[in-house]
């Protein structure tokens, strides 16, 4: 059954875990998972110490090339009743000013106990929903 707004934001809240999609100039499609945190229409990741190949991230050019992104969370389960998907279409922008990333970093850390002893650094993205669609099965 098809969810309602309120029902794909809520579902989206409660998720651990999301794959982000961006694109570039070179128009290739880039999916990453990624934490994150819900606050209203704003989505917010972090750019936290997990070991990475490389601190220039292909997600961070991207986002700064083109701005249009995708967020989905996601449930299997063999019981295809319980199955849901939720995803969030919006602008992002890369924000590495710490006046700017500080709240959404105290709610990065509210949500995710790790970032309590190993805070991000950022910068951090910012995904202004446009819109909120998804899925579920019928349990």
Request: overall charge positive.
């Amino acid at each position: 059954m098809r969810l309602t707004e309120a029902e794909a934001r809520a579902g989206l809240a409660a998720a651990r875990v999301a794959r982000l999609a961006t694109t570039g100039e070179d128009r290739q499609p880039h999916l990453v998972p990624v934490t994150f945190t819900v606050d209203g229409d704003r989505i917010y990741i972090a750019v936290d110490q997990k070991p990475k190949t490389t601190t220039r991230l292909r997600r961070l050019r991207n986002i700064r090339e083109n701005p249009l992104v995708a967020l989905l969370a996601d449930h299997y389960a063999e019981d295809w009743g319980a199955l849901w998907w939720v995803r969030v279409d919006g602008r992002a922008r890369v924000v590495e000013d710490p006046a700017q990333t500080r709240r959404p970093l105290d709610l990065l850390t509210v949500k995710y106990g790790q970032y309590v002893q190993a805070r991000p650094a950022g910068p951090v993205i910012v995904i202004e929903a446009g819109r909120w669609t998804g899925w579920a099965g019928t349990d």
